[in-house]
C-alpha cells in the first residue's frame, strides 16, 4: 500500500493554470474548487504576476503548488525557497540534477522556514526528467542511459536527500516507486486523457493509468484549461479514477 496523503480521487488532481492573466487564473481555480484537489502556478504566472499574483489565487482558498523548478547552486536555491516560503505553499519544485547538496539545502531550508513562519512544510518535490524529453532528446545532450534508469538513478538520490517526493512522467512509475518507499510522494505531469492531444508531451498516460501504477498527484493542464467546459472536462477525469 502506497502512503498517501490524498483522501478522494479527485484530490489527486493538481490543474496547471499556465497563463499570464491573474483574472483568468483566479476565476478558473474558483470555479474548479471542489471538483480538483489544487492549483499548480508555475513559471509563466510567476514570473509575469510574482508574488502579488500568487496570494490573489491563494485567496480563492485551494491549495497551491508552486511549480518553480530551483535549479541552481545550493546557496541560491535555499536562498529562493527563504523567498517564497512565506507564501505556504503546499508543493514546491526544485530540479533533481541540482544535486545531492542542493536537494539536502533545499529540504533543510523548506523545513527552517515554515517553523519560522508557522505554516505546514511544503512538500519539496524533486523534478527528474521533463516529460517533454526522450531517449533521443537526452542523447542530444549526452546522457546515454535509458530514461528510466536516470530517473531510478535521480529518484534514489532524491530520496536519500531529504526530498519528499519527485516529479516523474506516468512511465517511470513503477521503478520510481521501486528505488524509493510508500511514504515517498510521486507528482505526475503528461497526463493525457484518452483522445486529448499530446503537445509537447512526449511520455504520457492516461489519469487513470497512471493512479493505477501509482502516482499520488496528477498535474494536469491543457485537457483541463483548454476543454470547452474546464469543470466537466475535471470532473470526468476524477470520475475515470478508481478508488483505492
Ligand atoms: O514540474 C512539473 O509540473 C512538470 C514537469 C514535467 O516533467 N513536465 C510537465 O509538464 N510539468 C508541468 O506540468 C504541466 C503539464 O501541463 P499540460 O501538458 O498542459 O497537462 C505544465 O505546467 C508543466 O510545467
Do not use: W
Not at 483522501?7 to 491573474?22: E, T
Not at 510567476?46 to 497551491?64: D, L, Q, R, S, W
Not at 493542464?221 to 470526468?236: F, L, N, S, Y
Amino acid at each position: 500500500m502506497t502512503s498517501d496523503l490524498i483522501m478522494a480521487p479527485k484530490d489527486r488532481i493538481y490543474c496547471a493554470l499556465d497563463s499570464v492573466n491573474v483574472d483568468d487564473v483566479v476565476s478558473l481555480a474558483t470555479r474548479l474548487k471542489g471538483h480538483v484537489g489544487g492549483i499548480k502556478l508555475g513559471l509563466e504566472f510567476y514570473c509575469a504576476n510574482g508574488a502579488e499574483g500568487y496570494k490573489h489565487v491563494a485567496a480563492t482558498g485551494m491549495p497551491i503548488f508552486l511549480d518553480l523548478k530551483f535549479h541552481d547552486i545550493p546557496n541560491t536555491v535555499a536562498g529562493a525557497i527563504r523567498a517564497v516560503a512565506p507564501l505556504g505553499p503546499k508543493i514546491l519544485t526544485i530540479h533533481t540534477q541540482g544535486g545531492p547538496e542542493m536537494m539536502r539545502r533545499a529540504s533543510e531550508t523548506a523545513a527552517e522556514q515554515a517553523e519560522k513562519y508557522g505554516l505546514t512544510k511544503p512538500l519539496i518535490a524533486g523534478v527528474t526528467i521533463l516529460t517533454s524529453l526522450d531517449h533521443a532528446d537526452m542523447l542530444s545532450i549526452g546522457v546515454q542511459d535509458r530514461v528510466s534508469d536516470q530517473v531510478k538513478r535521480l529518484a534514489t538520490l532524491a530520496h536519500g536527500n531529504g526530498l519528499d517526493g519527485m516529479v516523474c512522467s506516468p512511465m517511470e512509475i513503477t521503478i520510481a516507486r521501486q528505488a524509493t518507499d510508500n511514504e515517498f510522494q510521486l507528482v505526475v505531469p503528461g497526463i493525457r486523457p484518452m483522445g486529448s492531444a499530446k503537445g509537447d508531451q512526449k511520455r504520457v498516460m492516461t489519469p487513470a493509468e497512471a493512479v493505477e501504477a501509482g502516482a499520488n498527484i496528477l498535474v494536469i493542464g491543457r485537457p483541463i484549461t483548454q476543454a470547452k467546459d474546464p469543470v466537466a472536462a475535471a470532473k470526468a477525469i476524477a470520475a475515470s479514477l478508481v478508488s483505492d
